[in-house]
């Protein structure tokens, strides 16, 4: 569900001024790797803005996803991390590594993921709406037919089947607590940056801020 700007009267009894986040954990992993939610249904006299507290691990990932109705600020706490953006528009992968007091802005609508590249990495993601929708990349590839993906895309619809198997749920934080995966594979840190056989990785400058369209389906269970 979305939320208009809060109309909240200051003056009111029920008007609230401060939250504790810890009292909102949107997604727990385990100990180390968390995200606390902060937005309008906790503190209701917020305006046109939200926050989630990110605390990862090495080479934990926030899954690529997007939010459809807010731009988002990452700020890095502590830690390091790499941020990773689709842009639309030139079709390329930036790539941003964050280290302490960097930002990273991702506009509204853009594909994109986080991975820790140092334990105890601390991020802030600040939002400019009340409640940010999110739609990640595990609910699309699990709930879209792998016959469909595989007729689309020319593959072989087995493959792309026992691919998919293992996700059966939002992942949020990946990967998930007990995968066990190849050991010939690149770092985590490496794969976040790994551009596709079509583009070419491509790091720019900071401040680029773009905002592409809207969508209308709100990600449930955000808060």
Same mark, same amino acid.
């Given at each position: ?21 810890? @009292? ?16 309008? =249904? ?22 690529? !996803?997007? !939010?459809? @109705? ?24 930036? @790539? ?26 601390h991020l ?38 026992q691919a ?20 010939? =594979? ?12 079509? !583009?070419?990785? !491509? ?21």
């Amino acid at each position: 569900m979305s939320y208009t700007q809060s109309s909240m009267d200051f003056a009111s009894p029920s008007a609230q001024f401060a939250y504790d986040l810890s @009292n909102n954990v949107f997604f727990k992993k385990d100990d180390r790797n968390q995200i606390n939610a902060l937005g309008i =249904q906790q503190l209701n006299t917020l305006g046109n803005t939200s926050l989630l507290d990110i605390y990862l691990s090495t080479g934990n990932v926030i899954e690529p !996803h997007i !939010h459809q @109705n807010a731009s988002e600020l990452v700020y890095c706490i502590s830690g390091a991390a790499i941020v990773s953006i689709v842009n639309p528009f030139t079709k390329k992968l930036l @790539n941003y590594a964050i280290n302490p007091g960097q930002v990273t802005n991702v506009p509204q609508g853009w594909w994109h993921y986080e991975v820790a590249t140092v334990d105890n990495t601390h991020l802030l993601a600040i939002f400019d709406a009340n409640t940010p929708e999110f739609i990640p990349a595990s609910d699309m590839l699990r709930l879209t037919p792998a016959s469909l993906l595989a007729y689309t895309y020319c593959l072989d619809e087995a493959t792309v089947k026992q691919a998919l198997a293992p996700i059966t749920n939002t992942v949020v934080i990946g990967p998930p607590t007990g995968c066990v995966k190849p050991q010939a =594979q690149v770092s985590p840190a490496q794969a976040a940056q790994q551009p596709n056989a079509a !583009h070419a990785q !491509h790091q720019p400058s900071y401040g680029q801020t773009y905002r592409d369209s809207r969508y209308s389906q709100p990600y449930p269970g955000l808060y």
